[in-house]
């Protein structure tokens, strides 16, 4: 199969391509390399070592026996769009070129708008060039299970149905996000939905979980590592628990830890969105997976990383609950329903403790790097204190 991947140079985007070309599919990518400064603008990096991107593909091409046709490009410039889709004529089209980072977008008014912009405009252009020039191919885009938030009922993957004053019917379940990035993911969906409805363009809608890890089969050494981000911006929970136990630093929950989410790991992602790719939906088709494996609140998982440290180096973690910077309920219900994925095959690789051994170690192989991030571990982007003030004054 022809797959094209918007964002082959992130965290997902790479180990992914990886994956498709272990498979025998042919990988073309697009990326602009904005998340590596994007990263680099609030002072942090990936903790582990990233190649370049020519180099990764040189790699490649030694461990496969075939490379990757690179486009360097803007997937939110309509121009870049239309021209990778009539270039290569994919089978399918993965969507990871969004700004994937709920604190980002908080920052204050102008990465609330670049993330607006940037997100929006690229799966619209994204619509309109699979329609115009290869109307049967599928799109799988990433979207988040945090577009439902947390309601106090059971989430379906994507419709339910609804009883309302005697009359029924089959609906998109209503979302409710909880960052501006959040809410580009549930425009986005409702863009998707309604191309799907004018022109009944092939979509996966991908609802995934909180990420971790470092490793999927294929990233078995050093440079075939993907990114890895620990800092507050950038890194997840899991990941970021990790880093904080490693740097002795106190590991922090944010406020009662009650946060409920669904996590999965690398390498679970990544055999889901294959089986997305390998099974697409009929013609006309619009489906939603809801992609995680398991759901946890953040404390427990804080007393997970503590667990495995203690076996792994015998030293204690401190667990620090420090005031949330973040607008959301720290205690809830939470149950989302997740069966399609495990109907057409899903079964998780690693147990959540085996992976966090993994995980670990790799972050104890980089400890240098680790304590030059130190300074950008503990939170400070704050939901309430976001503003369009500096904005204005700059432009004065
Ligand atoms: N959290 C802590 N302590 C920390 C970091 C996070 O308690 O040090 C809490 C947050 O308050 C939140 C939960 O952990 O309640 C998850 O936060 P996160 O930073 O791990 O993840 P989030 O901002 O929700 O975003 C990440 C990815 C995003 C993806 C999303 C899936 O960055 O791209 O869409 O996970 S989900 O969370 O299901 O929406």
Not at 204 to 230: H, K, L, P, S, W
Not at 277 to 282: C, G, K, T
Request: net charge positive; glycine share 8%.
């Amino acid at each position: 199969m022809k797959v094209l991947i918007l964002g082959i140079d992130g965290y997902i985007g790479w180990s992914l391509a990886l994956r498709l070309i272990s498979r025998g599919h042919d990988v073309y990518g697009l990326d602009n390399f904005i998340t590596r400064r994007r990263v680099r603008e609030v002072g942090s990096d990936s903790l582990l070592p990233l190649l370049s991107f020519s180099k990764r593909v040189e790699r490649v091409k030694d461990t496969y026996g075939k490379g990757i046709e690179f486009t360097r490009g803007d997937a939110s410039d309509p121009k870049v769009i239309y021209d990778v889709i009539k270039r290569y004529k994919p089978d399918a089209i993965v969507h990871l070129a969004e700004q994937r980072s709920a604190p980002y977008s908080m920052i204050d008014l102008k990465h609330a708008l670049s993330t607006m912009h940037g997100n929006i405009q690229s799966t619209m252009s994204l619509l309109y060039a699979v329609k115009d020039i290869k109307p049967d191919a599928h799109i799988v885009k990433l979207g988040t299970m945090g577009e439902y938030g947390t309601p106090n009922i059971d989430i379906p993957e994507g419709f339910f149905e609804v009883e309302y004053h005697g009359r029924r019917d089959y609906l998109p379940f209503p979302k409710f996000a909880g960052s501006w990035y959040h809410w580009t993911k549930v425009h986005d969906s409702n863009n998707l939905m309604f191309a799907n409805k004018l022109w009944k363009t092939r979509i996966t809608d991908v609802m995934q979980g909180v990420v971790y890890g470092t490793r999927t089969r294929e990233i078995t050494e050093t440079g075939a590592y993907t990114r890895f981000d620990i800092d507050e911006v950038w890194g997840t929970a899991l990941n970021r628990f990790c880093a904080q136990a490693i740097a002795k630093m106190p590991v922090t929950p944010y406020g009662k830890g009650g946060q409920t989410r669904g996590f999965l790991s690398l390498e679970d992602s990544i055999q889901c969105l294959t089986i997305g790719i390998e099974n697409p939906p009929e013609n006309g088709e619009y489906r939603v997976f809801n992609q995680f494996y398991e759901h946890y609140s953040v404390l427990d998982l804080a007393n997970k990383v503590s667990k495995i440290y203690r076996k792994l180096y015998g030293g204690d973690v401190t667990i620090e609950h420090v005031p949330n910077p973040r607008v959301e309920m720290e205690e809830h219900y939470y149950n989302p329903e997740h069966k399609k994925l495990f109907e057409l095959g899903y079964r998780t690789v690693r147990t959540l403790e085996d992976e966090l051994s993994i995980i670990l170690s790799d972050i104890n192989r980089h400890r240098r790097r680790l304590d030059r991030l130190r300074h950008v571990i503990m939170p400070k982007t704050s939901w309430r204190k976001s503003s369009g003030l500096d904005m204005l004054k700059a432009r004065r």
